[in-house]
T-cell receptor, first 110, second 116 residues
Framework: KQEVTQIPAALSVPEGENLVLNCSFTDSAIYNLQWFRQDPGKGLTSLLLIQSSQREQTSGRLNASLDKSSGRSTLYIAASQPGDSATYLCAVHSSYKLIFGSGTRLLVRP | GAVVSQHPSRVICKSGTSVKIECRSLDFQATTMFWYRQFPKKSLMLMATSNEGSKATYEQGVEKDKFLINHASLTLSTLTVTSAHPEDSSFYIC????????????FGPGTRLLVL
């Protein structure tokens, strides 16, 4: 059974710092991996999607990597801003389903 | 493109009543729709998968008689919480996918249900 874990559960950083969020999964047989952002009380915003054959994807200040063999993905946020404060969710696409991690709650302090 | 809406965005009901939540794909036809549940500060848990015109497939531990799912058209799926109780209070999110394969899911904005 696929399990997705995100570390850390919460993170507080001063504005301007570069930071890394971690995601691990137990079964490497995935179709793709997706990172989402969720603001309090809101739905999900898709940030980056990495196909299983890819190693990374970039969008603006965000870079996501995927190492399928080791069951790991990282989301790198450069030059963090207070507007980046949100919960970041990692989800793996496995067996026609999206399986989510428990998320990392990020607070970027001005 | 690929916009998914949910209605209502927030609902408060009395214990014992039934509540219906709608999920619509606005600009594409959704062969498959998913319903998730999210408790405060927790992740999304898949409740069920519904394919248009067929019965929903429920995840282990989800009561199908409690959470009725109907996917009668390619743009609409409904989730009915029957005889709601306070423990059913949660954030319900739907997503939609164009086909039955592995394509990207597009998420709705969620519905906050509070059962008094």
């Amino acid at each position: 059974k696929q399990e997705v874990t995100q570390i850390p559960a919460a993170l507080s950083v001063p504005e301007g710092e570069n930071l890394v969020l971690n995601c691990s999964f137990t079964d490497s047989a995935i179709y793709n991996l997706q990172w989402f952002r969720q603001d309090p009380g809101k739905g999900l915003t898709s940030l980056l999607l990495i196909q299983s054959s890819q190693r990374e994807q970039t969008s603006g200040r965000l870079n996501a990597s995927l190492d399928k063999s080791s069951g790991r993905s990282t989301l790198y946020i450069a030059a963090s801003q207070p507007g980046d404060s949100a919960t970041y969710l990692c989800a793996v696409h496995s067996s026609y389903k999206l399986i989510f991690g428990s998320g990392t709650r990020l607070l970027v302090r001005p | 493109g690929a916009v998914v809406s949910q209605h209502p965005s927030r609902v408060i009901c009395k214990s014992g009543t039934s509540v219906k939540i709608e999920c619509r794909s606005l600009d594409f036809q959704a062969t498959t729709m998913f319903w998730y549940r999210q408790f405060p500060k927790k992740s999304l848990m898949l409740m069920a998968t519904s394919n248009e015109g067929s019965k929903a497939t429920y995840e282990q531990g989800v009561e199908k008689d409690k959470f009725l799912i109907n996917h009668a058209s390619l743009t609409l799926s409904t989730l009915t919480v029957t005889s709601a109780h306070p423990e059913d209070s949660s954030f319900y999110i739907c997503s939609a996918r164009r086909d039955r394969g592995q394509e990207t899911q597009y998420f709705g904005p969620g519905t906050r249900l509070l059962v008094l």
